[in-house]
Nanobody, 126 residues
């Protein structure tokens, strides 16, 4: 059973940076996707960035050029480097992983991801 644990959230001023981490334990069937999603109060969960086991990434248009997803297999950790943060980036951020073999370029449909972390809060305000 896969377990995901996010960390690194916090409060930051507009224009600032944060790096989120997601510690992975357990087995993820390969090939796989891993991703970051976010959900703000009153809004639906939305995909932020994803990466497949070949390291190919996909970013949502809202974060392209500002956020970078990466993974460190040796540390079993997924990262999200967030730069040039904006108030509209404020949300609970979730790490997710597929639990069935998933080939090709990753996508950001929540229904495809079977494992989720508890989330870490990111607040961007002056």
């Amino acid at each position: 059973q896969v377990q995901l644990m996010e960390s690194g959230g916090g409060s930051v001023q507009p224009g600032g940076s944060l790096r989120l981490s997601c510690q992975v334990s357990g087995y993820i069937p390969s090939p796989y996707f891993m991703a970051w999603f976010r959900q703000a109060p009153g809004r639906e969960r939305e995909g932020v960035s994803c990466i497949n086991n070949d390291g190919i990434v996909r970013d949502a248009s809202a974060v392209k050029g500002r956020f970078t997803i990466s993974s460190d297999r040796a540390k079993n950790t997924l990262y999200l480097q967030m730069n040039s943060l904006r108030p509209e980036d404020s949300a609970m951020y979730y790490c997710a992983a597929t639990t069935r073999p998933s080939a090709g370029v990753c996508h950001l449909y929540p229904v495809h991801f079977g494992a989720w972390g508890q989330g870490t809060q990111v607040t961007v305000s002056a």
